[in-house]
Protein backbone atom coordinates (compact mmCIF):
# COMPACT_ATOMS: atom_id res chain seq x y z
CA UNK A 1 0.00 0.00 0.00
CA UNK A 2 1.57 3.39 -0.94
CA UNK A 3 -0.17 6.93 -0.22
CA UNK A 4 1.02 10.22 0.75
CA UNK A 5 -0.01 13.79 2.17
CA UNK A 6 -2.36 16.28 0.15
CA UNK A 7 0.60 18.00 -1.49
CA UNK A 8 2.58 15.18 -2.07
CA UNK A 9 5.75 16.16 0.01
CA UNK A 10 5.14 13.07 2.29
CA UNK A 11 5.14 10.12 0.82
CA UNK A 12 4.68 6.46 2.61
CA UNK A 13 4.93 2.48 1.36
CA UNK A 14 3.48 -0.16 3.70
CA UNK A 15 5.41 -3.29 3.19
CA UNK A 16 3.43 -5.94 4.38
CA UNK A 17 -0.38 -6.14 5.43
CA UNK A 18 -1.87 -4.66 8.64
CA UNK A 19 -1.13 -6.53 12.32
CA UNK A 20 -4.92 -5.25 12.65
CA UNK A 21 -7.59 -2.86 11.81
CA UNK A 22 -10.36 -1.12 13.21
CA UNK A 23 -12.53 2.20 14.28
CA UNK A 24 -12.19 3.98 16.82
CA UNK A 25 -14.52 6.42 18.89
CA UNK A 26 -12.98 7.87 21.58
CA UNK A 27 -12.79 11.57 21.60
CA UNK A 28 -8.90 12.46 20.70
CA UNK A 29 -10.12 10.64 17.41
CA UNK A 30 -13.69 12.35 16.85
CA UNK A 31 -11.15 15.91 17.69
CA UNK A 32 -8.59 14.77 15.12
CA UNK A 33 -11.01 13.86 12.15
CA UNK A 34 -13.70 16.18 12.81
CA UNK A 35 -15.94 12.81 13.22
CA UNK A 36 -17.51 10.68 15.17
CA UNK A 37 -15.07 8.10 14.32
CA UNK A 38 -11.70 7.26 12.98
CA UNK A 39 -10.49 4.34 10.83
CA UNK A 40 -7.07 2.88 11.22
CA UNK A 41 -4.73 -0.04 10.20
CA UNK A 42 -1.84 -1.47 12.68
CA UNK A 43 2.27 -1.90 11.12
CA UNK A 44 5.18 -2.63 12.55
CA UNK A 45 7.45 0.25 12.32
CA UNK A 46 10.07 -1.09 10.20
CA UNK A 47 7.03 -2.40 7.85
CA UNK A 48 6.46 1.52 6.49
CA UNK A 49 8.64 3.49 4.42
CA UNK A 50 8.55 7.22 4.97
CA UNK A 51 9.94 10.15 3.24
CA UNK A 52 9.34 13.61 3.64
CA UNK A 53 8.98 16.29 6.63
CA UNK A 54 6.82 15.24 9.26
CA UNK A 55 5.90 17.33 12.54
CA UNK A 56 4.04 15.89 15.51
CA UNK A 57 1.74 16.42 17.95
CA UNK A 58 1.72 14.35 21.32
CA UNK A 59 -0.58 14.18 24.10
CA UNK A 60 -2.36 11.39 26.80
CA UNK A 61 -4.78 9.99 25.79
CA UNK A 62 -8.01 9.38 27.55
CA UNK A 63 -6.83 5.76 28.50
CA UNK A 64 -3.59 7.42 29.70
CA UNK A 65 -1.12 6.10 26.95
CA UNK A 66 0.93 8.74 24.80
CA UNK A 67 -0.06 9.21 22.35
CA UNK A 68 1.74 11.06 18.86
CA UNK A 69 -0.13 12.59 15.53
CA UNK A 70 2.30 12.92 12.81
CA UNK A 71 1.62 15.77 10.06
CA UNK A 72 2.96 16.81 6.97
CA UNK A 73 4.98 20.38 7.72
CA UNK A 74 3.62 21.66 4.29
CA UNK A 75 -0.08 20.82 4.37
CA UNK A 76 -0.85 19.75 7.12
CA UNK A 77 -2.75 16.21 6.45
CA UNK A 78 -2.47 13.91 9.40
CA UNK A 79 0.08 10.94 8.25
CA UNK A 80 -0.23 8.36 10.96
CA UNK A 81 -0.39 8.57 14.26
CA UNK A 82 1.99 6.21 17.35
CA UNK A 83 2.98 5.98 20.81
CA UNK A 84 6.16 6.39 21.89
CA UNK A 85 9.19 5.60 20.23
CA UNK A 86 9.54 2.32 22.44
CA UNK A 87 5.89 0.72 20.51
CA UNK A 88 6.97 -0.96 17.78
CA UNK A 89 3.27 -0.11 16.32
CA UNK A 90 2.36 2.24 14.19
CA UNK A 91 -0.76 3.39 13.38
CA UNK A 92 -1.58 5.02 9.81
CA UNK A 93 -3.85 7.82 9.70
CA UNK A 94 -4.89 8.58 5.69
CA UNK A 95 -8.45 8.05 5.02
CA UNK A 96 -9.57 6.57 1.45
CA UNK A 97 -13.85 7.12 0.42
CA UNK A 98 -15.63 5.65 3.14
CA UNK A 99 -13.27 3.92 5.00
CA UNK A 100 -10.06 4.99 7.12
CA UNK A 101 -6.76 3.66 7.67
CA UNK A 102 -3.47 4.64 10.11
CA UNK A 103 -0.83 4.57 7.63
Known sequence: MKGG???????????TRPIYSG????RDC??????????????SRGDVDFS?????YSKFAENGNITIRHFCATCGSQIFGSGPPEDDR???????????LTV
Open 30 to 43: QRATGTGHCCYMIF
Open 23 to 26: FCHC
Open 90 to 100: LDDLRRHAGRH
Open 52 to 56: GDLRA
Open 5 to 15: CLCGAVRYEAK
